[in-house]
């Protein structure tokens, strides 16, 4: 028997409980048609209520109960929509001058299907301290975020809409420099790591995935990797953003740059 839904019900939830529910949803606004990708829809559902998404739609909540309700939802209109506190400025966004931003548009990149990491990196070394990098894209670059954090600098993201954000990297004081090769034996002993995993082996391939797809699907499929099996991954370039990570979450890993766009991970823990 499926549990009551009400306003703060993740759509996760929803349509986990009843697949038709996915497209009751998407049939109420053409801004949920990126639900129809699976990938998209991990990203976006997981956090999104049935308030945020109406809000979303512009319409009232009655509208989610209403193609709900026939699929055989229980509704609790009672409950009321938690309310968002209101995410406060950090210090340096109000101190910034216009001069002390360096805009940075990677919209067309990302479109054209380009990586923009090393144009990114190359721009923050040129970053004084007070100044701030305005990073614009489509959505919330985190694994960037984690990186940069790591190296001193103050992050503020504004959502403007669902498909413009806005991420400041405010340089507080001189920072390390920033470390985006992979570590000296990553490349060695592939065949040896290779031959020990090779009757256990789980595979994604995550070449024709748009950012920040490829990271979120290795990081789902290393939730649920079994202690004995290794993830095999086909890339199209080595994931920078993802190595860190990696490391953080006690994960050893092998690189096997084949030429470019060709590269396959090996990530396994001992």
């Not at 403007?160 to 000296?184: G, M, N, Q, R, W």
């Not at 920040?212 to 789902?220: E, N, R, S, V």
Request: aromatic share 8%; proline share 6%; net charge negative.
């Amino acid at each position: 028997m499926m549990k009551p839904i009400n306003a703060n019900t993740k759509i996760a939830r929803i349509i986990k409980e009843h697949p038709d529910a996915l497209e009751a949803i998407i049939n109420i606004s053409s801004k949920f048609e990126t639900y129809r990708n699976p990938l998209l829809r991990k990203v976006f559902v997981g956090r999104t209520t049935l308030a945020m998404a109406a809000e979303m739609a512009g319409c009232e909540m009655t509208v989610f109960f209403n193609k709900l309700k026939p699929l055989g939802f229980e509704i609790d209109q009672a409950i009321l929509p938690v309310e968002e506190q209101t995410k406060k400025l950090p210090a340096f966004i109000t101190q910034l001058s216009k001069e002390q931003i360096i805009d940075f548009d990677v919209r067309e990149l990302l479109a054209s299907g380009k990586d923009p990491l090393n144009l990114i990196l190359n721009k923050i070394k040129i970053v004084q301290s007070g100044q701030a990098l305005k990073i614009i894209n489509t959505f919330e670059p985190v694994p960037l975020i984690k990186m940069l954090e790591n190296q001193g600098f103050a992050v503020y993201s504004d959502v403007i809409s669902d498909d413009l954000v806005e991420t400041y990297f405010h340089k507080k004081t001189e920072t390390e420099a920033i470390s985006t090769t992979p570590k000296a034996s990553a490349s060695n002993g592939w065949d040896e790591v290779m031959d020990r995993y090779k009757d256990n082996l789980v595979t994604v391939d995550v070449r024709q995935l748009e950012m920040p797809l490829p990271m979120h699907t290795i990081l789902t499929e290393l939730d649920k990797l079994p202690r004995d099996k290794a993830l095999f991954v086909y890339h199209k370039r080595i994931p920078v953003f993802l190595l860190p990570e990696l490391a953080d979450q006690k994960f050893e890993y092998r690189i096997n740059e084949i030429s470019d766009g060709n590269v396959q991970l090996l990530i396994y823990k001992n």
